[in-house]
């Protein structure tokens, strides 16, 4: 019952679903929500899946339509929690103050221009990442994608969750790092590892694919390829914010959410292209 509990919470945070959890959440229930962050991302990305199909296989939309149909599903579905985050981030990380200010500027409830100009950036590549994902890929391989691309990003976002110290006293993500073992992650990473190659299975063998990307070396090569380059991008974003704030805050958490999704789509595609 607590494990339903954790996910339904996590659920609830992460996303516009309500579930009617009738009595508020103590610190405990909304730390072992954290492990279920990577599963509410994948629900996500099936929503994802089901709206990129409707938009390009029933409506038979234009590619340029469909990643804006995409774009603007995840941020309904997820109610622009991490753009929020993303934009606080920003404004206070670009601010060039010292990290206490930083901290404050982070908290002001009013949008800067730096976080209006990087919000902007990131909206407009990560729409044209989903336009050249659809363009480029050979069915049904966006759609796997889509799928993992929200799951990647809360898997980072228990991973800096875990790993880094918390910047503040008290804040709106600190209970979900509170009294949370780091082996927790491992378990987390393992779960993840089982879903992921129960969705490869089926894909790996789907006649939709070129010959080529049907031999496990291909497999291999895209995989691994894929997270050394999300993991080392997640590793640098995390490192230089922890520097700089001595640690990560419920804002930050959502930034390192977005900008894994970026690199993960920007690493496939680069990879796709580097290997024909």
Request: charged content about 15%; some cysteine.
């Amino acid at each position: 019952m607590h494990k339903v509990k954790g996910f339904l919470l996590a659920l609830q945070f992460l996303t516009r679903i309500r579930i009617g959890l009738k009595n508020s959440p103590q610190s405990e229930e909304l730390t072992k929500a954290t492990f279920y962050f990577p599963l509410v991302g994948f629900i996500i990305g099936l929503l994802l899946f089901f709206m990129a199909y409707l938009g390009k296989e029933l409506f038979q939309f234009q590619p340029l339509t469909v990643a804006a149909m995409i774009l603007a599903t995840e941020i309904f579905i997820t109610g622009g929690l991490h753009l929020d985050g993303f934009i606080d981030s920003c404004d206070g990380i670009f601010s060039g103050r010292e990290s206490a200010r930083i901290l404050e500027i982070m908290r002001d409830s009013r949008v800067g221009a730096m976080g209006v100009l990087y919000l902007a950036l990131l909206l407009l590549g990560k729409w044209a990442l989903l336009y050249e994902l659809l363009v480029v890929s050979q069915d049904p391989l966006p759609y796997y994608i889509l799928i993992l691309m929200p799951f990647v990003g809360r898997w980072a976002m228990t991973y800096v969750i875990l790993a880094y110290p918390y910047a503040r006293p008290e804040g709106l993500g600190q209970p979900f790092k509170q009294s949370l073992p780091k082996r927790t992650f491992l378990l987390i990473s393992g779960y993840c590892v089982v879903l992921l190659l129960i969705l490869t299975v089926p894909l790996r063998f789907s006649t939709a694919l070129a010959p080529g990307m049907r031999s496990v070396g291909a497999w291999l090569t895209v995989a691994l390829g894929l997270a050394l380059l999300t993991c080392l991008g997640v590793k640098i974003g995390a490192n230089r914010i922890h520097r700089r704030l001595g640690g990560h805050t419920g804002d930050t958490y959502g930034a390192i959410n977005e900008l894994t999704e970026v690199i993960f789509l920007g690493g496939f595609l680069f990879l796709s292209a580097l290997l024909g």
